[in-house]
C-alpha cells in the first residue's frame, strides 16, 4: 500500500479556488477546529462521571470525547501553524474572491431553494405542493436565470410544470400508498 | 473447502427464482444509470434506496442495494468515456484514457473494454471474497474487546491517510470529526446520555442514513450545481462488443488490477477511486506502452475499470467478517444490514454463514447483468448522459428528504440531512475527504465501547491493549502510519532507504 499515486490531477471541469485562498481557508478552519476541539474538551470533563454508580474510574463516559477533541485540536493547531508558514500577501484576497464567485453564488441559491423547502414549504403546504413548488422553482432558477446561456422560457417552462407535477404525484403516491410513510 | 462449494451452490440457486431475477435486473440497470449520471454517485444511490427497500425482505433487500452498488461503479465508467466527466469518483482514472480513445472514434471499443474489464475485476474481487472471508472470520473469533478497539482506530487512521494522500491531515481531523459526531446521544456501557443538549432526539445518536443522505446527496447536489461547465457527448458508432483477443491481450494487467483492486477494498474506508488509481498507477509502470498511457491507451482503461469493480467484492470482506466497512457505499450496507436484523461481524459466519455466500452469488448475478446491459443498452445509456442536471438535482433533492424522513419518520432526520450536506459541502470544498468521516461515525461507538470495557475488565490496566500479540500488531501499524504521515519523519525514512539500496548497488 505504500505505492500509491500521488493523486493524478483529474481532468474534471471545475472551476476551483487557487491555493493561496485554500490556505487561508485552512486557517480559518484551524481556528474552528481549535475552538471545537476545546469546547468539546471541557463538555467531555465536565461530564458526569458517574461516581455515585462507582464505576471504574477509567471508564467515565468523557474519557473517549475528552482524547477525541484533544487529538482535534493538536490537528487544528497544526493544520494553523502550517497555514501561517505558507500564507503569502494577498491571500485573503484569494480566499475572497473564491468566497463571493458565482460558482459559489450558485450553491447559495440552491442551499437557499433547499431549505426554503424543507423547514418552510414542507410541514405548512402538504407534500405535494410544497414538492410540486420546489421542483418548478428549481428548475425555472437554473434554466432561465442562473444558466449561461440562458434557456428560453417557454420550453423551460413546461418542462419545469411536467417535471414538478410527476416528482410529487410520483413521490406523494409511491410514498403514502405503496410504502404506508405519513409524509410530512 | 467442499462444505463453502456446497454453500455456494446453494447461494447461487437461492437468488435463481423470478422476483430475485427480476430485481437484479432493474437494481443494476439502476445502478448504472445511477453512475452514469454525473453528479449522482454509489454511495449516494445505495444510500437512497435503502429506504426503497425498507420493507422488502432481507435477502431481496441487500440484493438490490448491493446490485445497485456495483451497477453504479461500472455506470461511471460510461460517463468517463464519453463526457470526460468521472460519472462516479471511482472513474476519474477511467477519464485518462476511455476519453482520448473516444476522441480517436473507438468510443465502442471503450466502452466494450470497460464493460468486460469491470466484469473480469468483480469476478476477481468476488474469488477473493469466497476465499478470504471464511478464513478472516475464523481468524476474528480470536479477537477481543482490545483488538477491536485497535481495529477501530485502524480504520479511521487508515481511512484517513489514503483517501487524502495529498494531505493526510485534513483526512485524520475528518475522522476524528466523525467519532465525535458517533459520541452524541445515550453511550452503550453506562448507558449516560452525552452531548444531547436536552434535546431527546439526540438521545439515540445520529443515524448513519441521514447524515450519509446529506454527506453524499445534498452535499454532492450542491457540489454540481456549483460547477458551471457544460460537457460534450464524444461518441461513435464502432462496436461495442470486444473481440476476445483484445481482452486476452492485457490478461496480466486484468489479473493484477483485480488484486490491487480487491486488497485496497479489503483496507477499510479506502474505496473505488483509491482502487482505481493504485492499479492504473501499477499498470504504467510495469507497461511496455507506457508512453500511450494518458492517450488512450487500452491498457490503461483496463487496468482502471478492472480495479475499481475489484474494490466492490473486496470491500465486503472486512464489512461481513469485521463489520469494518470497506468502503463508503459498504458503511451504508452495514447500516441497512442492522436494519433488516443482519449482524454482520467475527459472528456472522457461524450464526448465518449463508449471508457470505448469498452476497458472492449476488455480486456474481450483478456481473452478468453488468456485461448484458453494458453491451447491448449503448444507445439508450447515452440518452440518459443528456439529461440536464437543473432538471435531475431538483427531483434528487427530494428524494434525500423523503429518504432521509421515511425511516424513522421524524423531521429530526431530515434536519440531520441537510445539517450533514451543508457541513460536507464546505468540508469537500476544502479538499476534506468524506469517508473517513463516514467510517468515524460507524465506528464511533465501536471504539469507545471497546476501550472501556477493556479498562473496565483489567479494572483500568491498560497493559493487554499494548502487550496482547495482534493488538500489538495494530498498534505499530497505527503509530507507523500516522508517523509516516508527518512530512520530516517520512522524508528521513525514505532517505535511510534509499542511501540503504545505493550502497547495495554501489
Known amino acids: ?184 | 473447502m467442499l462444505d463453502g462449494l456446497f454453500m455456494l451452490g446453494a447461494g447461487l440457486a437461492h437468488f435463481l427464482t423470478p422476483l430475485s431475477l427480476f430485481n437484479i435486473a432493474w437494481a443494476t440497470l439502476l445502478g448504472i444509470v445511477i453512475g452514469a449520471l454525473p453528479g449522482l454517485t454509489a454511495t449516494m444511490g445505495v444510500a437512497l434506496l435503502v429506504t426503497l427497500t425498507y420493507k422488502m425482505a432481507p435477502d431481496q433487500a441487500i440484493l438490490c442495494l448491493m446490485c445497485v452498488y456495483s451497477g453504479a461503479i461500472y455506470g461511471g465508467s460510461r460517463t468517463a468515456i464519453l463526457l470526460a466527466i468521472p460519472g462516479t469518483p471511482a472513474s476519474a482514472a477511467t477519464t485518462l484514457d476511455g476519453h482520448p480513445l473516444a476522441l480517436q472514434g473507438k468510443a465502442g471499443m471503450a466502452m466494450g473494454l470497460a464493460t468486460t474489464s469491470s466484469a473480469l475485476g468483480t469476478l476477481i474481487g468476488i474469488v477473493a471474497l469466497a476465499l478470504i472471508a471464511p478464513l478472516l472470520a475464523e481468524a476474528a473469533l480470536k479477537f477481543g474487546t482490545y483488538e477491536f478497539f485497535w481495529l477501530a482506530l485502524f480504520g479511521v487512521v487508515i481511512s484517513g491517510q489514503l483517501t487524502a494522500i495529498d494531505d493526510p491531515l485534513k483526512g485524520y481531523i475528518a475522522g476524528i470529526l466523525g467519532l465525535l459526531v458517533a459520541m452524541i446521544g445515550m453511550e452503550t456501557l453506562h448507558a449516560h446520555q452525552r452531548f444531547t443538549f436536552g434535546i431527546p432526539s439526540l438521545g439515540g445518536g445520529v443515524d448513519l442514513i441521514p447524515a450519509m443522505v446529506g454527506a453524499f446527496g445534498f452535499a454532492e447536489i450542491l457540489g454540481v450545481m456549483k460547477r458551471h461547465a457544460q460537457a460534450r457527448i464524444v461518441s461513435s458508432g464502432d462496436r461495442v462488443v470486444p473481440k476476445m483477443a483484445d481482452v486476452m491481450r492485457y490478461k496480466w494487467t486484468t489479473l493484477r488490477s483485480g488484486i490491487i483492486g480487491t486488497f485496497v477494498g479489503i483496507v477499510p474506508g479506502v474505496g473505488e477511486d483509491v482502487g482505481a488509481w493504485a492499479s492504473y498507477a501499477a499498470a504504467k509502470r510495469k507497461s511496455k506502452e507506457r508512453h500511450l498511457f494518458g492517450k488512450g491507451s487500452q491498457e490503461g482503461l483496463i487496468a482502471a475499470e478492472t480495479g475499481n469493480s475489484a474494490v466492490v467484492p473486496g470491500a465486503m470482506i472486512p464489512t461481513l467478517t469485521l463489520a469494518l466497512p470497506g468502503s463508503a457505499a459498504a458503511a451504508v450496507l452495514i447500516a441497512a444490514m442492522f436494519i433488516h436484523g443482519i449482524r454482520p461481524g467475527p459472528l456472522l459466519m457461524t450464526e448465518s454463514p449463508e449471508v457470505l455466500y448469498q452476497v458472492v452469488a449476488i455480486l456474481f448475478f450483478s456481473t452478468l447483468g453488468i456485461l448484458v446491459f453494458g453491451l447491448t443498452l449503448t444507445k439508450p445509456l447515452v440518452s440518459v448522459l443528456a439529461v440536464p442536471r437543473e432538471r435531475l438535482m431538483a427531483v434528487v433533492y427530494v428524494l434525500c428528504v423523503v429518504g432521509s424522513f421515511a425511516i424513522t419518520q421524524r423531521m429530526f432526520d431530515v434536519y440531520v440531512m441537510i445539517a450533514f450536506g451543508i457541513i460536507g459541502f464546505i468540508l469537500r470544498e476544502m479538499k476534506y475527504p468524506m469517508a473517513p468521516l463516514v467510517l468515524g461515525i460507524i465506528l464511533g461507538d465501536l471504539l469507545d465501547l471497546n476501550l472501556r470495557r477493556g479498562l473496565m475488565l483489567t479494572n483500568g490496566d491498560p497493559s493487554p491493549f499494548f502487550t496482547r500479540p495482534i493488538s500489538a500488531v495494530i498498534c505499530l501499524v497505527i503509530v507507523f502510519t500516522i508517523l509516516m504521515s508527518i512530512p520530516a519523519v517520512s522524508k528521513r525514512v525514505r532517505a535511510l532507504f534509499t542511501r540503504g539500496s545505493s550502497q547495495a548497488t554501489g
Open chain 1, 1 to 184: 500500500m505504500t505505492d500509491l499515486p500521488q493523486s493524478p490531477q483529474v481532468p474534471t471541469p471545475t472551476d476551483d479556488d487557487a491555493n493561496p485562498a485554500m490556505i487561508k481557508a485552512d486557517l480559518l478552519a484551524g481556528l474552528i477546529f481549535i475552538v471545537l476541539g476545546v469546547a468539546v474538551f471541557y463538555g467531555a470533563w465536565t461530564m458526569d462521571r458517574l461516581e455515585v454508580r462507582r464505576i471504574q474510574p477509567l471508564t467515565i463516559p468523557g474519557l473517549v470525547p475528552g482524547m477525541l477533541s484533544l487529538a482535534l485540536t493538536v490537528c487544528g493547531v497544526v493544520l494553523t501553524l502550517r497555514s501561517l508558514r505558507q500564507s503569502m500577501p494577498g491571500d485573503w484576497q484569494f480566499l475572497g474572491q473564491a468566497i463571493l464567485s458565482g460558482a459559489t453564488g450558485r450553491a447559495m441559491v440552491v442551499m437557499a431553494l433547499a431549505l426554503v423547502y424543507t423547514l418552510g414549504l414542507v410541514g405548512t403546504l402538504p407534500f405535494w405542493a410544497a414538492t410540486f413548488l420546489f421542483v418548478f422553482a428549481f428548475i425555472m432558477v437554473f434554466e432561465c436565470w442562473l444558466a449561461e446561456p440562458r434557456k428560453p422560457i417557454l420550453p423551460s417552462l413546461l418542462w419545469a410544470l411536467g417535471i414538478a407535477v410527476v416528482t410529487s404525484a410520483t413521490v406523494t403516491l409511491v410514498f403514502e400508498r405503496v410504502f404506508l410513510v405519513r409524509l410530512p
